[in-house]
């Protein structure tokens, strides 16, 4: 073969090699998503905690469409958001919404009043939060403090109202104090800035002691809680992270510089509040959005409790898996987003 032969067929040769390269590392990139993607997948069910919702949308590649079951569409009417309280410890209440409107709202009861995490909406707040109240047998009047675990309209729209007809007081974080001033949502279904929390803030009322965290990520300042529950001569802790996913920017307000920053900044205080919630003994998962984690399973679950079985609440298990699922699915979208993956 002559020289020049042999020159063309390295020429060849390396031109090929630097072809394949690319997509060896995509393929490598792609298996490192779909390990995460497996990771999540084994963590997502569980019976009484079911998170293949969360898994679904969580693990959706970018422009894929979603597999997880849709909700029918938000009504402002009573049908379209009415659910019933419903205890669920000795001291906390689910005054949230229906699956459709899909809005978490706890009652913690203590020896000197009531902490409510979150509000819902200006529309369903007196229905579910007040007459809720007075349905299980106590007064929305005993409503002394609403921890807003963001500065989105579903946390807080409904707390001008707690604030103007039962004097609670509203306690969110400067940064969403802050995002919550700025953002485009109504102006006339926003609070006055109240109390500001800080990370490992301690809120006593009575008997009771909350913790909160600021776990930024779905926004600048999200709060995460750690809630002291009890069940006859049993206690436990509940764990609520105050977020879903990761947020880049709503409501024109952006909150990082990039999508890498927030999933990143998301991870971490997940990981974090995750450690800090299992080293003190949680054991009970609170969301903040009941289909998430099929709230009203367990809570048909718990009507047929028998006395002394087990609480469909309780399981560290499913904290865990929880935070199995949203980191893992994080990590593949980190990979995706850097071009590892198919879109």
């Known amino acids: 073969m002559s020289r020049y032969a042999i020159l ?12 394949m390269a690319p997509d060896a ?3 490598g990139q792609e298996a490192m998503a ?3 993607v497996a990771a999540a997948r084994a963590a997502a069910y569980r019976p009484w905690h079911d998170y293949s919702e969360t898994f679904a949308t ?3 590649q970018p422009g894929e469409t979603s597999t997880a079951p849709r909700a029918p569409g938000r009504s402002h009417e009573p049908y379209g958001w009415y659910a019933e309280p419903t205890q669920v410890f000795d001291n906390l209440y689910y005054l949230g919404s229906s699956y ?6 706890w009652a913690v009861t ?21 007459d809720g109240l007075r349905k299980v047998g106590l007064d929305p009047n005993d409503i002394e403090y ?5 500065a989105h309209g579903d946390r807080y729209f409904g707390s001008k109202y707690l604030k103007e007809t039962f004097n609670t007081r509203l306690i969110m974080s400067e940064a969403d104090w802050d995002v919550m001033a700025r953002s485009s949502e109504p102006a006339e279904l926003k609070p006055a800035k109240d109390m500001v929390a800080t990370d490992g803030m301690k809120l006593t009322l009575g008997d009771t002691t909350l913790t909160l965290y600021i776990t930024p990520g779905h926004t600048p300042g999200t709060i995460s809680t750690l809630v002291p529950l009890k069940d006859g001569n049993a206690t436990h802790l509940g764990y609520l992270l105050g977020g879903r996913g990761w947020s880049l920017e709503r409501y024109e307000i952006q909150y990082y510089a990039d999508e890498e920053e927030a999933i990143r900044t998301w991870i971490a205080s997940i990981k974090r509040f995750n450690d800090i919630a299992l080293r003190e003994g949680a054991d009970v998962f609170l969301t903040i959005h009941p289909q998430h984690d099929r709230v009203f399973e367990r809570l048909t679950a718990l009507k047929f409790r028998t006395p002394g079985g087990p609480h469909p609440f309780v ?17 593949a979208q980190s990979i995706w987003r850097a071009g590892g993956g198919s879109n």
């Open 8 to 19: 063309a067929l390295c020429a060849i040769l390396l031109f090929a090699g630097g072809m």
């Open 315 to 331: 399981g560290q298990e499913a904290i865990r898996n929880h935070t199995t699922i949203m980191i893992e699915c994080m990590e």
């Open 34 to 36: 779909n390990a995460h």
């Open 58 to 60: 969580m693990c959706r």
């Open 100 to 105: 459709g409107d899909n809005q978490a709202v």
């Open 146 to 150: 609403a921890i807003l675990s963001h």
């Open 25 to 27: 590392e995509a393929q």
């Open 110 to 130: 203590t020896s000197e009043g009531i902490i409510l995490i979150d509000s819902g909406y200006e529309y369903s707040v007196a229905g579910l939060v007040g």
